[in-house]
C-alpha cells in the first residue's frame, strides 16, 4: 500500500512539472514574431464613410470589441443583431493560413485577386454571408457584412462586391 502511494505520488508530481513546463512554452508565444497584438488597431482599417457605403445606410464610428482584436460598424449605436453591420477581426497570419483550408468540407474557398498579397473567400453553405480574407506582409484581417434582416438587402454576391471594396479600403491603410 505505501509502495503504491508513493508512485502515485512520483506520478502526479511529474504531471504537475510537466504542465508547467507546458504552460512556460504557451506564456512564452507572445514573444513570437507576430502577434495580432502586434497589428494595427481593427478600427484602423477603415472609415465610417466606407461603412456607410457598404451598408447602404449611415453608420456609427467603428467601435472596437473588448478584446481589440475585431471592430464594428454599425447604422445603430448598439450595433444591435438587427442592424446592419460591418465586422473587421485581425487575424495571425497563422490563422489566416487555416482559415484557407477550412476543416468543414461545406465551407468553400473561393481566391480574390488584386488585394493584398493573398485574399480569399470563405463561403458557407446556405444564405449565410460570407467572409473576406486579406494578408498584406504579416497582417491579416477578415470582414463580413451582417444583416440579419427580413428580405436581405443584399445578395451573396453583392456582399462580397461591398467586402472587396472595404478590403481595399483596408489594405491601402496597412
Not at 490563422?95 to 480574390?112: D, K, L, N, W
Not at 488584386?114 to 453553405?125: K, L, R, T
Request: glycine share 6%.
Amino acid at each position: 500500500m505505501n509502495t503504491q502511494r508513493r508512485t502515485v505520488s512520483i506520478a502526479t508530481c511529474g504531471m504537475v512539472l510537466a504542465l508547467l513546463s507546458a504552460a512556460r512554452f504557451v506564456a512564452a508565444e507572445p514573444h513570437a514574431s507576430f502577434s495580432t497584438r502586434n497589428a494595427p488597431a481593427a478600427c484602423t482599417f477603415l472609415g465610417t464613410g466606407d461603412a456607410t457605403t457598404a451598408l447602404g445606410v449611415p453608420s456609427q464610428p467603428g467601435k472596437q470589441f473588448i478584446d481589440s482584436a475585431g471592430c464594428v460598424w454599425s447604422n445603430d449605436p448598439a450595433a444591435s443583431d438587427s442592424s446592419r453591420r460591418v465586422i473587421l477581426n485581425t487575424h495571425s497570419p497563422a490563422a489566416f493560413g487555416f482559415a484557407a483550408h477550412p476543416a468543414i468540407t461545406t465551407i468553400r474557398i473561393e481566391p480574390v485577386a488584386g488585394i493584398g498579397d493573398e485574399a480569399f473567400y470563405q463561403i458557407y453553405p446556405g444564405d449565410a454571408s460570407p467572409f473576406i480574407w486579406v494578408r498584406k506582409g504579416t497582417v491579416a484581417f477578415s470582414i463580413r457584412m451582417l444583416t440579419r434582416l427580413e428580405p436581405r438587402p443584399f445578395t451573396n454576391d453583392q456582399e462580397k462586391a461591398k467586402e472587396a471594396v472595404l478590403a481595399r479600403a483596408a489594405v491601402a491603410k496597412i
